[in-house]
């Protein structure tokens, strides 16, 4: 089928849907400037201090740091932190809010990224499911209470050793706090905010109107979450799926995939919807 014909499919699912689920995993932010730690090679073009120690993103994303060595676990994820602080949502996150104005679409966003991209991005926190946490809300590295906080705190990182200058404290035992994300090999992550999202989601679902379109947008095949709930929601919603991955674009038809990044695959729907 020609890829224009393609699109044009996935625009007539678009508008024709009354519900619309946005699912994401680390090629969303790929637009943005960020980078989505593809292999060791990837996560090393992105952090290259950590090569000549042998550091994958497995091994810095341990919770373990924080308890043994805080200022270098800070390092890893005080950059990130004040990377996602800084990074300007792309224009497909604006796309996406003007399809939901312009059909009335009920919406949901579920997204395995940590880095409140969607939220800066203009959508509405109770909309929003983060399967892995938010870089942006701590909890005690113990932990000593169930406490989880929003992080307001400045955390230099210096760039000559990747350690962290100052240390974010517990605010109930004064300790080390650490992101509420879930990370590697994690047995102290919090997930109560994470369930609460997922209990409004599940009641989204209860009550959506049907049809549903899925937007899946950037979802890899290394931690498949973001991807089987794509086509569960295919499956036992009847959703009609639109998957957009540059390298991964497989899935069974009918459902619709889209070989290009986010962006691209949002502008070019967008496009196909104002012809129609
Ligand atoms: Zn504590």
Known sequence: MALAEIFRQAAAAVKRASTMVITAGAGMGVDSGLPDF??????????????????????????????RDPAFGWGFYGHRTNLYRTTIPHAGFG?????????????????????????????????????????HFLQCTLPCSPAIWENREAIPVDPANMRAQKIPACI?????????ILMFGDSSWLNDRTAQQSKRFDNFLHR?????????????????????????????????????????????????????GALSGLLQIDSALTIQ
């Open 38 to 67: 593809r292999g060791d090679q990837g996560f090393w073009r992105a952090y290259p201090l950590y090569e000549p120690l042998g550091i994958s993103f497995i091994s810095a994303a341990n919770p373990d740091h924080f308890e």
């Open 95 to 135: 796309i996406l809010l003007d399809w939901i104005a312009r059909f009335q679409l009920d919406h949901f966003v579920v997204t395995s990224n940590v880095d409140g991209q969607f939220q800066k991005g203009g959508f509405a926190a109770d909309h929003i499911l983060e399967v892995h946490g938010s870089i």
């Open 172 to 180: 109930n035992c004064g300790g080390v706090a650490r992101p509420n």
């Open 208 to 260: 959506s109107r049907k049809p549903l379109v899925v937007v899946e947008l950037g979802a890899g095949t290394a931690i498949p979450t973001i991807r089987n709930l794509s086509e569960l929601l295919g499956n036992g919603n009847k959703a009609t799926v639109i998957r957009i991955n540059p390298r991964e674009p497989q899935i069974t038809p009918p459902r619709i995939a889209l070989t290009t």
